[in-house]
């Protein structure tokens, strides 16, 4: 099941559409959740009563056209819709028992999207196991490729598992990142280093990782794509030409040891599709 989370703000417009796309690729059913978090809103004395009505009608009318929008777009999707209480963090990590993925957008009003750059992002792609797939506003055409970061430690592996599926109900042709720097002191200048040597090495890493997955999709064209710079920006860059950017988590390479922090953010931030984050 494809779980999207949605407040009404053009981006999560733009998560729904995503999301009921990729439930018809993966013909599984797809459900709509809005959250509705009584937390900003303090009742006092007169807590009993419950929320205000107001914040329930509201969150039914966004539920109800984002159903719309779905049965639009996608009539063939079995498609359902869930109001909770409580904050948008916690709703989507327990939302996620039963989900494929979780699909979510980059900005909004509030809720869902409007926090997820921040700790919610942070909090859902750390504590579900479900890939988490942030949307943007904007429309884009389709290009026709899959960007993944490829790191050299095993915990990238369903993050390559992931890409690879999705290339292949897409159609579509599957960039392989692999982003390496010289260590500080390989610029002192007591130290050589043979530049030859380390791209054939890296080089190897990409093919290494990629060979499995090649062997069991086969009809998957794949790009292998090695730089010499830092991840945010080899992701950043090959984000410009891709339907989906695909990145793991606590890896221990440059891409994944601080997926979590500094390169995911960076890359929550800056990358120019969509970007979903795959748990090991």
Known sequence: MVIVGVDGSVASRAAVEWAADDAFRMRVP?????????GPYPIGRYSNIG??????SEGRRILSEAEELV???????EVTTRIVEGGPAVVLREQ?????EIVVGSRGLGGFAGALLGSVSTYVAGHVRCPVVVVRGESRPARGEIVVGVDDTPEGEPALAYAFRQAEL???TLRAVHAWQLPVHAYAPVIAYDMDEIRTAQHRVVRDRLAAFARSHPEVKIMEDTRSTHPVDALTDASGH???LVVGSHGRGFLGSMLLGSVSRGVLHHARCPVAVVRA
């Open 30 to 38: 797809l459900r709509i959740v809005h959250a509705v978090d009584p």
């Open 51 to 56: 929320l205000p009505e107001l914040l329930w």
């Open 71 to 77: 049965r639009e777009r996608r009539p063939t999707v």
């Open 96 to 100: 996620a028992d039963d989900a494929t």
């Open 170 to 172: 897409r159609e579509a």
């Open 242 to 244: 891709a339907d989906l």
